[in-house]
DNA sequence: GTCTATACAGGGATAGAC
DNA sequence: GTCTATCCCTGTATAGAC
């Protein structure tokens, strides 16, 4: 876990993390300042360089964290809306509508993800690796596994899940991803959910299954 | 034109917008030095400040230059691979590659625009705005435009032909964007290839007219 | 009269010392 | 927890050179 190590208050430590997190999202790598950091997390600098060896461990860190958190989080809309699926069309159009939220809210999750992708030039490869499999690689792979039920049911005609999967993501979600820089620049809510409804229509023109065609 | 004035001799000016270019794109505006720009350049700092009031107004100068540049680039593109189409399939994953290599080279154009996304929130609105109509929403109308006379020829089956531009963008062209960072890390040319050729293959399943379907 | 070279003031950053 | 050593950056100023 790239620490210095386990020495110092696990609640300091945690307030640590959050106030990086929010601080690298909220100025980027390079602007964020340690001091800025400790401030808002209400510890002395010294704590901070107590639990973190230095800036860029502390931001490989809660990068990691962050990735996995979000992972954690899509994955509850995908049981919430694609586990028992009535209505494909309305609950695909959902999911895609509360997962952009979920990933491009100026809150505390998505703004970091604009950091790592800014920096990713600086990031060690392996530490890049990691950050993709915690967290859009996972994604993928779990929806992935909710179109492979979906087609079992008759839903979708799908051959290559993860493919599918990629498309959907690329029509329902990228669109808003680009045009909202990652959460830099606030979409307007009908906005959203108007890309998301034309972008499942033109997936489910490529996957609608008999079903789903009726 | 955001300068300072005329003052200066012109092949200096472009020698630095170009150095710029170059070294905005490989550091990134914060971490990017007037003196590695100036170094790059040629010329000593103090010309570079004589032409450009500050180093912002340097960065916003060269990104809006860049940006339409790019798509005078991806302009010509087109029309190599999609005024006159023949085999609609082959053509449309030709220019997809084409267009990959060039907005995502690792070279003096693609590497700007990372540059100008990790800074998107301290660009001012209008600024942004202008660098969006120059870059990606021109290449968007240009290809809108391709996309109607195909199919006037029966080629495509559009209504509206600016959103299956931006869906044909979006499944061949932001799948690799994303998967390399923008040109950030390299992405293998067998693999631009093929994400090129599923991505028209779906947007072909979508758009594909009747002459398509044949 | 523009360019080069260098130096410098002022601010802010990291990281460590006390 | 504060204080500080050290470094880097922006932007300006001061020299002289073609």
């Known amino acids: 876990m790239a620490t210095t190590g386990g020495a110092g208050r696990p609640e300091k430590r945690k307030a640590i993390t959050q106030a990086a997190t929010v601080v690298f999202g909220r100025e980027g790598y390079v602007r964020a300042s340690m001091d800025a950091i400790a401030a808002e997390a209400g510890v002395s600098k010294r704590t901070v360089y107590n639990h ?106 799908v051959e290559d899940a993860v493919l599918a999967a990629e498309q959907y993501t690329l029509l329902t979600f990228h669109g808003i991803a680009e045009r909202s820089f990652w959460g830099a620049v606030p979409v307007a809510d009908e ?20 079903a789903a065609r009726a």
Chains 1, 2 share one sequence.
């Open 52 to 157: 973190f060896a230095d800036k860029e461990t502390l931001f490989l860190s809660v990068a990691l964290q962050n990735s996995a958190e979000l992972t954690e989080e899509v994955r509850r809309l995908m049981a919430k809306y694609l586990d028992r699926v009535m209505d494909l069309r309305r609950d695909l159009v959902d999911f895609a509508v509360e997962r952009a939220r979920a990933v491009l809210s100026a809150g505390e999750h998505g703004a970091l993800g604009r950091a790592i992708r800014a920096e990713v030039a600086n990031i060690p490869a392996d530490v890049l690796e990691a950050w993709l499999e915690a967290g859009p690689i996972a994604s993928l792979r779990d929806l992935a596994a909710h179109f492979e039920a979906l087609a079992e049911r008759g839903l979708l005609a």
């Open 191 to 210: 906005e959203v959910e108007r890309i998301a409804a034309v972008g499942v229509d033109a997936f489910l023109r490529i996957y609608g299954g008999p």
